[in-house]
């Protein structure tokens, strides 16, 4: 996996890493798409997507096209920790060209509520 980082999306975004050997229109379009996959994905307490809720801190491409992911969750106690980074895992594994994904979790730094976008606010009245 490489270090170049891709331009954040939003305040508070999670880092977005792409290997260096693949065209930067290349690296646009996974970027877009594996964003599109990770807001398909919701804990099912909290009505908004887990990238809105900035529970996604890195994502990495490598050269290979494997993907790397770490995330938190709100909580560490969350009931569904032991299965939402397998539903992370799936979502992304749908993008087309991506050859594999692997999701990391991480409490480190704890999530807090500064680091969801303006549309998860919207979303739970949180103001």
Do not use: H
């Amino acid at each position: 996996m490489t270090d170049t980082v891709a331009d954040e999306i939003k305040p508070n975004a999670p880092t977005m890493g792409a290997g260096t050997g693949l065209p930067p229109e290349e690296i646009d379009r996974l970027t877009d798409d594996i964003i599109a996959a990770l807001k398909t994905v919701y804990d099912p307490e909290i009505p908004s997507d887990i990238y809105e809720l900035g529970l996604i801190y890195r994502v990495d491409i490598a050269d290979d096209r494997q993907v790397a992911i770490d995330m938190t969750l709100t909580a560490p106690g969350c009931p569904v920790a032991g299965e939402m980074p397998g539903w992370v895992e799936n979502a992304v594994a749908t993008v087309n060209g991506v050859s594999g994904v692997t999701v990391s979790m991480t409490f480190d730094p704890p999530w807090d509520q500064s680091r969801m976008s303006d549309e998860a606010r919207v979303a739970l009245d949180m103001w």
